[in-house]
């Protein structure tokens, strides 16, 4: 991120602290506040945008001291255990942690507890910990956010035009890809998405519309349906085999409208597509499907801005990060954390450039 946009979004930060309670935090006068945090990986620009406001808010406080760490995939989900298990070891005056795979977890948080360690988990909510391992979330409501591009699809002129010529001999199929099922966070989008797409389209077609491609979010019509919404999860979380789940949905039958749960399910469809070009809304040869994605960063904003994705939900990693150390301090200090949900925006090609938008999309 630009210095000048880091500039802004701190601003912007600052002004949404009141409703947080963050300007009532303070580092104890000379004395060292120590944290550990761990990462979901390097490399992923919404980790290092998390990674700067983490920073940026110890720096604020003074006296804090944040000691990072993360693995070098997203795959390394015992990686990243290990490094949480050290992190403990270290007996930090409070952990943050955003788990690759919660349940991976749940028994260093309970020796964390039994250690007395508080914990934040920050961006992926751990449902599933052990009680009172962990004393507050900070992350975006991934269900509410996904809704949100589920929406804006329904209501984009390119899918209503596919919906009128939809029927029970030739459905209307609306495809969700992701990387995996066991991350809390795409879960989430999984579940926010499909749950509101079957909403808007149910109102549409009662009782003609059915969710299917996985067990965790099927849902059966109760006639013939008419518009079919297809859960795709990626064998593993690697490059090929997301990209091999992409190729998979565009071979779909009436093909109109995919939802890519994060950056890389972005990049796979990409990869899938001739780099985006495939997907043109003139001249591709999926000009007719509607592309709606998760997160920002460099390659999905081009998508957006080129025209290939209808449009994209931000979420705030700055403020994700910046949030996460602020209640880490107040717990540091004997006060009480409290949850927070940083808020997730709709963008698209029309107001990307829009300051209140801008500082959202990191690159």
Not at 115 to 135: C, H, N, R, W
Not at 325 to 353: H, R
């Amino acid at each position: 991120m630009k210095k000048k946009g880091m500039a802004i979004l701190l601003a912007v930060t600052m002004l949404s602290m009141t409703a947080c309670g963050a300007k009532d935090v303070e580092s104890e006068g000379g004395e060292q506040i120590n944290l550990q945090m761990v990462n979901c990986a390097f490399g992923i620009q919404f980790c290092e945008v998390e990674k700067e406001g983490a920073q940026a808010a110890a720096a604020e406080l003074g006296n804090v001291n944040v000691s990072y760490n993360a693995p070098q995939q997203a795959s390394d989900i015992q990686a990243q255990v290990d490094m949480f298990n050290a992190a403990i070891n270290q007996e930090p005056d409070a952990l943050l942690i955003a788990a690759l795979d919660p349940g991976a977890v749940t028994q260093s948080l309970q020796t964390a507890k039994d250690k007395g360690i508080p914990v934040i988990a920050f961006d992926v909510s751990l449902p599933d910990a052990p009680e009172g391992s962990v004393a507050a979330t900070v992350h975006t409501n991934n269900v509410t956010a996904a809704a949100l591009a589920a929406e804006h699809m329904w209501d984009s002129d390119k899918l209503k035009a596919a919906l009128e010529n939809a029927a029970a001999d030739r459905p209307l199929v609306i495809s969700v890809i992701s990387p995996d099922a066991t991350t809390n966070t795409h879960a989430d989008r999984i579940q926010g998405f499909s749950d509101k797409m079957f909403e808007l389209a149910d109102a549409a077609y009662p009782g003609a519309v059915e969710i299917k491609g996985s067990v965790n979010y099927e849902k059966a019509a109760s006639s013939d349906a008419v518009v079919v919404i297809s859960v795709a999860i990626a064998a593993t979380s690697s490059d090929q085999d997301i990209r091999n789940c992409a190729q998979s949905v565009l071979g779909e039958e009436n093909l109109g409208g995919i939802f890519c749960v994060n950056e890389a399910a972005v990049t796979g469809l990409l990869s899938a597509t001739t780099d985006g070009t495939d997907l043109d809304p003139e001249s591709g040869s999926y000009k007719n499907v509607t592309v709606v994605g998760f997160d920002a960063g460099a390659t999905l904003k081009n998508a957006v801005k080129s025209g290939w994705f209808y449009g994209a939900v931000a979420q705030n990693p700055y403020d994700i990060g910046y949030q996460a150390v602020q209640q880490a301090v107040k717990l540091s200090g004997g006060g009480q954390a409290a949850d927070v949900d940083a808020e997730a925006k709709w963008y698209d090609a029309s107001n990307m450039e829009d300051d209140d938008i801008s500082i959202l999309l990191y690159d």
